[in-house]
């Protein structure tokens, strides 16, 4: 048993439409996810803007609704989370994308890092004051700012605040919802290094959703790539990065960017031939309605989105 | 377009449905029934009782709204007892005037906002542009009482310029030249007063509405392409600007019955405001519910018409 | 609130440096400052609540408003230094104590309004789908009321009619206004992850409305609700002057420009109804200044300073 298991996970919006605005149709955002995440582990889930990545990790913790499908933490049914009981639901958190508005301007830094210990715990107005200057130093702040407001914060400071909040009641499970792509590049790495530091200390599980390669590949365990909704392939970064073999993932591992310019000319080139390769067998790859297969194993840790043989 | 349309007629229905049975309700409350106005208080109250079965007034409540509603759409809308004749003839007689006043002064107001808010807009920050946003200031902050007090008092009795009150000179031969240049006279004064006040929201909307578009990047790259001044403005900014002002006509209705009610008591002006208050103190009832039914009913037909201009104008709103 | 981040220094790490804003008390008193009208209408309105609630306690009502036929219709004097009306009632009495009943009542709607208006918005634009459509068609209809007329028609059936009645009348048909901009304005911070983030730490609905939502409304309700004062003064005076406001008994300014529909005193006795005229008209223009500057304080693009 898997620590996470999302089993056929789907997450369809209505479409109003016509003269009383009634249901006309559904955008599928999420069509069949299917992931399990080991414990301590870091799994990435990589894809463009509108795959349906965020909508995954939204619905795994309950701001979406769930239109079918299963999920399963520590091997207890957790699909319906906003109506199962607390001691679970303190085990899930979150960290958001933009740190400026996923803090309450009006707070102060006190009030939104104790915000989860005050629906969960009951502490006095000193213990939970402690307990914030605690975990202010633990994500690398200084405990006097606990009186201060978010705008006197930097991008970096605050996702630490976001970082302090969403550990505040010592969870099992943080889905990290692009975090760092708000951030400068320069503050990225740090704030990269210091989630992983805190994965250590903690012993945390991540879901990190990004849609940098780059960063996926230096956070990750295990990656998904998510296209249209649907998973088009599924391994191990070495899996991924080294041997992709659906045609999408190859133009993506194409398109990361090679630092040394000695190489620039063979890069170009190679990405011409994958684009070219692209154009050709789009239709190997992808359904009538240009949605991916289902998963095939290729390897033992290796699934593909290819059309069943045969 | 047609979809808007529709829906939004369908929206309107419950509206006036429920309109009416508020009005119901209120008259249901009001003190007195049709019959208080019609009998003579010696007669014995069992002829009254007869007569009040023979009404229909003691019928539940939802046959006598049905028939009140039945009524009213076939244009009987029951006796006033203050003037002995049918409701539907005395409010016929002042709908006229009040329809006169109120188109005149829409026409002043329009009149008035547009170029007052396109040189504001136009020319911002500079005196002219001062002198008119130091007029929308007073006027906003200006209670229309007031201001038609102040103008019958100026103009009216001081200057003697327009006529004190009332609707046409007295013994003037209806439709005859002086007969209508009578009524104009008389209307002009109160229609002036409500369309110095109503016109500055509009010209504050427009002013803000040129400034805004003016630093807009479509106006930019038509600069930037050569298109004169007078082009860039009447192509782009006032056809972007004005066409949502053209619509709003249908919402100043809410406005003008509201200052029709103000406007009518202070000129004297025989119209439907006047006749409401009029008839709301010696507590003619009947007169009383159909004002506000035929009023509410304006309203919401107004607020119909510019949502529909408004779709058509603006085709954000249809895709909603 | 505000916070001394010089005395504090903030332990930072050595690439970033915080990025200061002022605070938001801060920005409404600096823009109150710099714009001198507004200033000075602030002071005014201070001063002139302080003066009519100050003298009033002094003042007997019920003398004020008792007719003496020995003195009426006098020119300002010594006596009356603003004159008497028709009854022989001295107008500067009542036009303090009208001033102060117009703007208990200016205020008293307005907090009525104003309190509907914040529930019945944050609801429907906070929990949207079907509550919100239903919530936003009764909005709809009460809009589409002749205000004017319907106010009119209950202060005249109502029995037993009082300053209390006739403040939850003028209530009843004017919150809506304020639920729609509220309605708005919650919509939109109901997608900000601020609200989705307290939702995964385990916040109640209700909590998430009342202290994380509604302190993010506070500017424009404070904006909406001074410019709704000015608005409601003039309601209620107009009203009144209609004969359809306060009983008879309590003074307003209305009742006083109401006197001026007699033409011999609209022409003759301009110290009955210009004073309250002119008091009504500087009120709505101060409280409007506040208004606007407080306005130009929480939208960042219009500020002056």
Redesign the interface.
């Known amino acids: 048993m898997s620590f996470l298991e999302v089993t056929d996970l789907k997450v369809h919006f209505p479409v109003k439409g016509g003269l009383f605005g009634r249901t006309v149709g559904h955008i599928k955002a999420v069509d069949g996810v299917s992931l399990s995440i080991e414990k301590g582990k870091t799994y990435g889930l990589v894809g463009e803007s509108g795959s349906g990545k965020t909508t995954t990790g939204r619905a795994i913790i309950g701001l979406n609704n769930i239109t079918s499908g299963k999920i399963t933490f520590e091997g207890r049914d957790i699909t319906n989370i906003r109506k199962v009981s607390k001691d679970i639901r303190k085990d899930v958190q979150m960290i958001f994308q933009d740190p400026y508005s996923s803090l309450n301007t009006k707070k102060r830094v006190i009030d939104i890092v104790a915000e989860p210990i005050r629906n969960y715990e009951k502490l006095t107005k000193a213990e939970e004051t402690k307990r914030v200057q605690e975990l202010m130093e633990q994500v690398g702040l200084s405990p006097e700012s606990i009186y201060k407001y978010p705008h006197e914060f930097s991008g970096g400071q605050r996702q630490r605040i976001g970082i302090a909040r969403a550990i505040a009641l010592k969870p099992k499970l943080i889905i990290a919802d692009e975090p760092v792509s708000a951030l400068d590049v320069s503050v990225q790495a740090q704030v990269l290094n210091f989630m992983q530091d805190i994965q250590k200390e903690l012993g945390l599980t991540y879901l990190f959703i990004s849609h940098d390669l780059g960063v996926i590949k230096h956070m990750c365990d295990r990656i998904g790539i998510m296209y249209k909704g649907r998973y088009v392939e599924e391994g191990s970064p070495a899996d991924i990065f080294n041997n992709p073999q659906h045609i999408y993932t190859k133009r993506l591992v194409a398109a990361i960017p090679d630092i040394n310019p000695r190489n620039r000319a063979e890069h170009i080139k190679f990405r011409q031939e994958v684009r070219s390769e692209y154009e050709k067998s789009y239709d190997k790859y992808f359904n009538s309605e240009g949605l991916a297969y289902m998963l095939q194993p290729v390897s033992e840790s290796h699934l593909v989105a290819l059309p069943e043989k045969g | 377009m047609w979809k808007f349309t529709v829906r939004r007629i369908f929206v309107m229905i419950p509206q006036v449905i429920l309109l009416s049975v508020i009005i119901f309700i209120l008259a249901k409350m009001m003190p007195g029934d049709a019959l208080s106005g019609l009998i003579d208080p010696n007669i014995d109250p069992a002829t009254i009782e007869a007569k009040r079965e023979a009404l229909g007034l003691n019928n539940p409540w939802y046959v006598q709204y049905w028939d009140w509603i039945k009524n009213a759409v076939q244009g009987d809308l029951g006796q006033s007892f203050q003037f002995k004749m049918p409701v539907s003839e005395i409010i016929g007689q002042r709908l006229t005037n009040t329809f006169w006043l109120a188109l005149l002064t829409l026409i002043i107001t329009y009149l008035i906002a547009i170029p007052l808010g396109i040189t504001s807009g136009r020319f911002n920050d500079t005196w002219g542009d001062r002198l008119i946003t130091g007029y929308t200031y007073v006027g906003f902050g200006m209670p229309l009482f007031i201001f038609a007090l102040v103008m019958l008092w100026i103009f009216g009795f001081k200057l003697g310029w327009f006529p004190s009150g009332g609707s046409v000179k007295p013994g003037l031969d209806p439709g005859s030249f002086e007969y209508i240049v009578s009524k104009f006279k008389h209307m002009l004064l109160p229609a002036l007063s409500a369309a110095l006040i109503a016109t500055v929201g509009t010209v504050q909307y427009l002013r803000s509405e040129i400034i805004d578009i003016k630093q807009k990047d479509f106006i930019q790259t038509a600069r930037a392409k050569g298109a004169s001044e007078s082009r860039v403005y009447n192509r782009h900014i006032l056809r972007n600007s004005l066409l949502p002002i053209a619509a709003f006509f249908g919402y100043e209705i809410t406005g003008l019955i509201g200052g029709s009610i103000f406007i009518e008591n202070i000129f004297s002006y025989p119209g439907i405001g006047q006749l409401f208050l009029g008839s709301i103190n010696i507590r003619d009832y009947t007169v009383v519910t159909s004002c506000v039914l035929l009023f509410g009913i304006a309203a919401i037909l107004g607020s119909l018409l510019s949502d529909i201009i408004l779709s058509i104008v603006d085709p954000r709103i249809r895709i909603k | 609130m505000e916070?001394e981040?010089s005395k504090?220094p903030?332990?930072?790490?050595k690439?970033?440096?915080?990025?200061?804003?002022p605070?938001?008390w801060r920005i409404i008193w600096r823009e109150l400052v710099r714009d001198k009208v507004a200033l000075l209408s602030l002071i005014f309105l201070v001063l002139i609540t302080a003066f009519v609630y100050g003298i009033s306690l002094f003042l007997d009502q019920e003398e004020i408003v008792t007719v003496d036929l020995f003195a009426i219709h006098q020119p300002p004097s010594a006596d009356f230094w603003l004159g008497t009306d028709y009854g022989g009632r001295d107008i500067f009495g009542q036009l303090i104590i009208g001033t102060r009943n117009s703007l208990s009542i200016g205020i008293l709607v307005t907090v009525m309004t104003g309190l509907i208006g914040i529930i019945f918005g944050m609801v429907s634009g906070y929990f949207g789908g079907a509550v919100d459509n239903i919530m936003m068609?009764i909005v709809?209809?009460f809009m589409?009321?002749?205000?004017?007329?319907?106010v009119?028609?209950?202060v005249?059936?109502v029995p037993k009619y009082s300053i209390l009645s006739f403040s939850l009348i003028m209530t009843a048909f004017l919150w809506m206004g304020k639920a729609r901009l509220i309605r708005s304005k919650t919509l939109q911070e109901r997608e900000?992850?601020?609200v989705?983030?307290?939702?995964?730490?385990?916040?109640s609905n209700f909590?998430i409305l009342f202290t994380?939502v509604l302190?993010?409304l506070?500017s424009i309700i404070i904006v909406a609700m001074t410019l709704n004062l000015?608005a409601n003064i003039?309601l209620e005076?107009?009203l009144s002057?209609?004969?359809f406001g306060f009983p008879e008994s309590t003074p307003s300014l209305g009742t006083l420009?109401s006197y001026?529909?007699n033409?011999q005193t609209?022409?003759d006795r301009w110290w009955i109804?210009v004073p309250a005229?002119l008091l009504?008209?500087v009120l709505?223009?101060s409280i409007?200044n506040v208004g606007q500057a407080l306005k130009r304080a929480t939208d960042a693009r219009q500020r002056r300073g």
């Open positions: 916070i981040t504090n903030l332990l930072l790490s690439v970033e440096e915080p990025a200061k804003t605070s938001g068609r709809d209809f589409i009321l002749p205000f004017l007329m319907i009119i028609v209950f005249a059936i900000l992850d601020y989705q983030a307290s939702k995964t730490l385990g916040s909590r994380q302190p993010n506070s000015a003039g005076s107009g002057f209609l004969g420009v001026a529909r033409p609209l022409q109804w005229s009504i008209l709505m223009l409007n």
